[in-house]
C-alpha cells in the first residue's frame, strides 16, 4: 500500500499496577516513561540511586498474557497489511475519563482496536485474525482471476483433478446453469499481467479435453479483507 494510503488505528490496553520490592540493578539511563505516548513496551522504571533504593518498594506495570498476544497479533498483522498501530494504556495515560468520552464509551473489556469509521474489536477473544483483517482492508499482493468452464459430462473426479493440480488454480466451484465449474486463479503481479492471465487459460486450461469453452474476468483493482 503507497505510504499515503497508510492508515493509522488506535489499540488501548489495560494494564495492572503491581507493587513489588523485588530487587532491581540501577537503570543504564535516566530515561523514564512517558505515559502520554502510550504502549506497552516502554515499561521502564525510574533510576535508582543505591542499592538500598533498588530494594525499595516501587509501583510496575504489567500486561496479562491475553494482552499482549493480541497487541503481538495486531502489529504484525498490521506491519504487513500497510497500517500503523498506535498502543496506548489506558491504566497510565493522563485524562483518563477524556479517553472514556471521546474513544471508549461503554466498553467494558480490553484490549479495544479502533479503526476507520470507529469501528472497534473489543475483548481478547475477538482478536482473531480474521476479524483483524476485517479491520484492517488492504490490497492482495498477487493478481486474481476468475473463470467459468463449460465442460463435457464424463469423469468429474479427473477433471477436479487435473485442474487442482495446477498451481494457479485456487479455488474451484462446480456450479449448475449455464457453465459447470467456476475457479478462482492466482498469478504473481508483473506487467502485461492480462495477457499472462489469458494466455494461461488458453493454453493451459483451454487444453483439458473436457473443458468445451471459458470466460474469465480480471480484475483491475482488488482489495481484500481476508487473510494472506
Do not use: N
Not at 139 to 161: F, H, M, N, P, S
Amino acid at each position: 500500500m503507497p505510504e499515503e494510503q497508510r492508515r493509522e488505528l488506535s489499540l488501548y490496553v489495560q494494564s495492572r499496577k503491581a507493587v513489588t520490592s523485588f530487587y532491581r540493578p540501577p537503570s543504564p539511563t535516566g530515561a523514564a516513561s512517558h505515559p502520554e505516548e502510550g504502549g506497552v513496551t516502554e515499561y521502564r522504571q525510574p533510576p535508582h540511586m543505591d542499592s538500598e533504593a533498588s530494594r525499595a518498594t516501587e509501583e510496575t506495570y504489567f500486561l496479562s498474557d491475553d494482552q499482549a498476544r493480541c497487541v503481538a497479533l495486531t502489529e504484525e498483522l498490521a506491519a504487513k497489511r500497510g497500517y500503523a498501530i498506535k498502543v496506548v494504556d489506558v491504566a497510565r495515560v493522563g485524562r483518563f475519563e477524556r479517553l472514556v468520552t471521546e474513544r471508549l464509551r461503554g466498553v467494558q473489556t480490553f484490549p479495544v482496536l479502533i479503526g476507520p469509521g470507529d469501528a472497534r474489536l473489543e475483548g481478547c477473544e475477538r482478536f482473531t485474525e480474521e476479524h483483524l483483517c476485517e479491520m484492517m482492508p488492504a490490497e492482495l499482493q498477487a493478481q486474481r482471476a476468475y473463470t467459468y468452464l463449460k465442460v463435457r459430462g464424463g469423469d468429474l473426479e479427473r477433471i477436479r483433478e487435473t485442474l487442482l493440480g495446477l498451481a494457479e488454480v485456487r479455488e474451484m466451484h462446480f456450479l449448475t446453469g449455464d457453465w459447470d465449474v467456476f475457479i478462482v486463479l492466482e498469478f504473481e503481479i508483473a506487467r502485461g499481467r492480462k495477457r499472462a492471465v489469458l494466455d494461461f487459460v488458453t493454453e493451459r486450461i483451454r487444453a483439458i479435453p473436457e473443458v468445451l469453452d471459458t470466460s474469465t474476468v480480471v480484475p483491475e483493482y482488488t482489495v481484500t479483507k481476508f487473510p494472506f
